[in-house]
């Protein structure tokens, strides 16, 4: 009977154990998101809806201001990422997919996704020399190839998937009818596929909006001024907050916990999206 | 006797400058990053890793020297640190969301989960920074200090919020999830048949549990290693948190470096030394090296271990 | 041309397994062809070369020579053999993406088969009247095929096939998973195809192919044991396997 005791205490113990450890685990996210909206969300009510369009405060100023080129240049970069990277994370999804035989497309499949092992950090720095140095200026086209390669792994890893899993009946049912590749493809396959496809997207959005590492020295940080072209600097949330906060002043700080309030909307809201297209995530 | 056919093949070569750039891309990011990190290497030798001294000078070149001891050593510990936090964190979690948590909750968790490794890293950096940190060295690191001094990774005074214990915190935080999505597949892999035969023998939850989680061994230990390359090459949250020194102390309440901290702090003056840029190049080229072993080691272990369950 | 397809000495390995062994095989124009057998026997797969689908199998390997309308399938391209050849399959499987309408329309659009919307609308309607699936489905075409059945989702993909105008039309045990009325109402419509096509089945079941055939061959672990006119088949079975199939005792 003893011995009975002894393990029901130990079940006992291990649960709440698992419960208590698992709530720690999980609280700094509640934490987190409270923050933001406190800090967050006082300085927006402060700014007012012209903290989504006005330029950045100066230092001693008491006017909060706003984040108006910073967030643009967000919502271009988030474009331009897409459009750069898609395409090649698309083909070589199809690539590795349609001709699973190929040497070419094992090898380009395996070299993509290792992308994912790249410090971002290190994707910065890489553009930094073969762009930003021989233009002689930073440049949103700069950043947006850095975000387009560190999102190039995981946009391609979710259409690979998305393609690779559509059932074999529909295959031989594209096949049977006579359609060449292209035509099933883009046809059928794409259709089928569409929603594993969209997440892919989705994904390289989120990394498009939330990197900050590979536009430290990419984009150069031009937050005064709204576009002015693809080939001169622009600014990006993450960019600013990451280099408001390691200013000294509590304006900037500010503006910053404003900019993140932004920063986790967007995120939250691509987050929600992806999650009613597809069940399972990985970012 | 079968031949592919002409618009199978035409297709294949449609496709094949895609492959190219991509292949390109990678063959020109080698390149730089060897072209760039070669003359520090060249230059200084085993040096560049084993000292510690950063010494840039704007006058005269043939003075200046680069060591990253430092930067490694932080990248390591607080990588390790870390880790040992995050490990029992996530497999309490996986146990918690697979165990314990009604089946209509399950869900939200693991979204809270998911949403959580997803999060921009500049956010857990600002919180991490104006937050977490302050409070990290009121209630955590002044108390470990004052009462475990005598164990030397608590032996300094914390002076700063920002610390490598506030760094190796804040990765824990972020790696957790990550790691719990390895340890999660891998637990929900468990094949039906071993569930049974260990509830069967009449165990008590904690009991089988404990087995389960002895048959996933190998995919935590993947887990691990998996995490701990994501841990190394991450920047924006631990350049914000850990203080940004060179400093070798085994004490965790110091301000220090990591690889990727030091290039985000001193990429972007870098060009104004004659050697700066090269030995950032050769710290970047040594975390790849880092991230890639640790990497494809964890990988290897995970694919044997999905293998293996297969077969049996 | 009396003979559709004509198949010599075929063999197909699959992962270096044999799966066909030298079959011998003429299939007369405008006939309903059965190939029967019991689950295994290679009949699935025999029809797949005929239509060169077995090219997506990996690490299949066909010996013989196989002709297709008097040409040998491996001296042309794959899409141009198919176009002309429609297929169903044991499992309904329209897309799922599509419309009822476009299920039956995309293969008759991408083909060629009609050149304009006049076209395609009649081309969609007769293959679907063919299906005898025309008079549910009409004031709802647009809907997805989720909305129906799994007896008329398995018409619907006859009228799919039927839609590409095919010379030859293959069905791999098209009513396997059928409730009895869809099943007769398949029965009958391949009945009505034969002036327009040749119609080649593969059935497990020698009660369907007592039913509907014209020509029965007899495949069992990968050989042709024998093949003929149904009634010689069915009546005076020349192998003892054959009997045997015939009775239900294989």
């Known amino acids: 009977m003893k011995r009975l005791d002894r393990r029901i205490i130990m079940d006992r113990f291990f649960k709440y154990l698992v419960i208590v450890i698992s709530l720690i685990a999980l609280m700094p996210l509640f934490y987190i998101i409270t923050s933001i909206l406190v800090h967050g969300g006082s300085t927006v009510l402060k700014a007012g809806i012209s903290f989504l369009y006005e330029p950045p405060p100066s230092p001693l100023s008491t ?48 070299l993509t996704r290792s992308f994912i092992e790249i410090p971002t950090i290190l994707i910065g720095v890489l553009v930094y020399t073969i762009m930003v140095l021989p233009m002689g200026r930073f440049s949103a086209i700069a950043g947006a190839i850095a975000l ?8 391609y890893t979710h259409i ?46 989120a990394k498009a909006s939330g990197e900050t590492a590979p536009l430290l020295f990419t984009i150069g940080g031009s937050r005064h001024s709204y ?41 939250l809201g691509v987050f929600a999206t992806l999650r009613l297209l597809v069940k399972k995530v990985e970012l | 006797m079968t031949s592919i056919p002409r618009s199978d093949k035409l297709f294949f070569y449609a496709l094949l400058p895609f492959a190219g750039i991509v292949l390109s891309i990678f063959i020109l990011l080698l390149k730089i990053l060897v072209e760039n990190s070669l003359p520090i290497f060249i230059r200084e030798g085993l040096g560049f ?87 990290l060295k009121d209630y955590v690191m002044v108390p470990l200090n004052n009462y475990f001094w005598f164990i030397p990774i608590f032996s300094c005074k914390p002076t700063t919020p920002s610390t490598m214990f506030t760094a190796s915190v804040i990765l824990a935080i972020m790696v957790t999830p990550f790691i719990t999505s390895v340890i999660r597949e891998a637990y929900e892999a468990i094949p039906l048949s071993y569930r049974e035969a260990a509830l069967g023998i009449g165990t008590t939850k904690y009991e089988y549990v404990k087995i389960m989680l002895t048959m996933i061994k190998p995919a935590i230990l993947a887990a691990v290693l998996l995490g701990f390359g994501r841990v190394a090459g991450e920047t924006i949250a631990v350049s914000m948190t850990i203080g940004n020194s060179f400093s070798l102390s085994m004490c965790l309440f110091e301000p220090g ?8 702090n001193q990429f972007g003056n870098a060009g104004f030394y004659h050697y700066m840029t090269y030995a950032l190049y050769g710290a970047g080229f040594i975390l790849l090296i880092i991230g890639l072993t640790l990497n494809s080691i964890g990988l290897y272990i995970l694919v044997r271990w999905r293998k293996s369950l297969e077969e049996t | 041309m009396k003979y559709i397809v004509d198949i010599k ?54 010996e013989g020579k196989v002709y297709v309308f008097g040409m040998n399938i491996y001296n042309v391209d794959p899409y141009i053999l198919r176009k002309q050849i429609g297929m169903v399959f044991q499992t309904p499987n329209p897309f799922p993406h599509l419309s009822i309408y476009d299920n039956v329309a995309l293969g008759a659009k991408l083909n060629g088969v009609a050149r304009n919307k006049d076209e395609l609308d009649k081309i969609v309607e007769w293959a679907l009247r063919k299906a005898m699936l025309w008079d549910e ?86 050989k042709l044991i024998e093949w003929g006119p149904s009634s010689q088949i069915l009546i005076r079975p020349r192998s003892k396997l054959t009997e045997k199939f015939l009775r239900g005792e294989i």
């Open chain 1, 148 to 155: 387009a390669l560190v999102s190039l792994p995981y946009m």
């Open chain 1, 227 to 267: 576009f002015q072209g693809l080939d001169k600097p622009i600014d990006a949330i993450p960019l600013l907050i990451y280099e408001f906060a390691q200013t000294p002043y509590n304006i900037y700080h500010e503006v910053a916990w404003g900019a993140a309030l932004i920063l986790l909307l967007i995120y």
């Open chain 2, 49 to 135: 890793i084993t000292s510690n001294i950063w010494r840039p000078s704007e006058t005269n070149s043939r003075i200046e020297y680069y060591g990253i001891l430092s930067p490694i050593v932080g990248t390591f510990y607080t990588s390790l640190i870390a880790l040992i936090l995050a490990l029992p964190a996530s497999i309490a979690l996986t146990v918690f969301v697979n165990e314990y948590v009604p089946h209509r909750f399950k869900i939200l968790i693991v979204n809270l989960i998911e949403v959580m490794a997803g999060l921009p890293t500049v956010l857990y950096g600002l919180w991490g920074a104006f937050i977490f940190a302050p409070l």
């Open chain 1, 160 to 205: 690979e998937n998305a393609l690779a899993s559509i059932p074999w009946i529909y295959r031989e049912a594209a096949y049977g009818l006579g359609l060449t590749k292209p035509k099933a493809l883009f046809h059928i396959f794409m259709g089928i596929a569409r929603r594993g496809i969209v997440a892919g997207i989705l994904i390289g959005l």
């Open chain 1, 63 to 110: 006017n909060v201001g706003g984040i108006g080129p910073s967030l643009l240049g967000t919502i271009l970069l988030m474009t331009i990422t897409i459009i750069i990277g898609l395409p090649l994370a698309f083909f070589t999804a199809v690539l590795a997919v349609e001709y699973p035989n190929s040497i070419i497309a094992k090898f380009v499949g395996i």
């Open chain 3, 137 to 222: 489905v009409k004031d709802r075409l647009r809907e997805p095929p989720s909305k129906l059945s799994g007896g008329q989702r398995q018409r619907l993909c006859l009228a799919r096939a039927l839609a590409i105008k095919p010379k030859l039309l293959l069905l791999d045990e098209p009513t396997a998973n059928i409730d009895p009325v869809n099943t007769r109402k398949i029965e009958e419509t391949l009945t009505s195809l034969k002036n327009e096509m040749t119609i080649v089945m593969v059935t497990h079941s020698p009660h369907q192919a007592a039913r509907i055939s014209d020509y029965i061959a007899f495949l069992y672990m990968g």
């Open chain 2, 257 to 264: 470096y990591t690889i990727s901290s030091l290039i985000a």
């Open chain 3, 9 to 62: 000495c075929l063999s197909v390995y699959i992962k270096g397994k044999k799966i066909l062994e030298c079959i011998d095989l003429k299939i007369p124009r405008n006939s309903i062809f059965t190939i029967m057998g019991p689950s295994g026997s290679g009949k699935s797969t025999l029809l797949r070369v005929i239509n060169r689908l077995i090219d997506l199998i990996p690490y299949a390997k066909v």
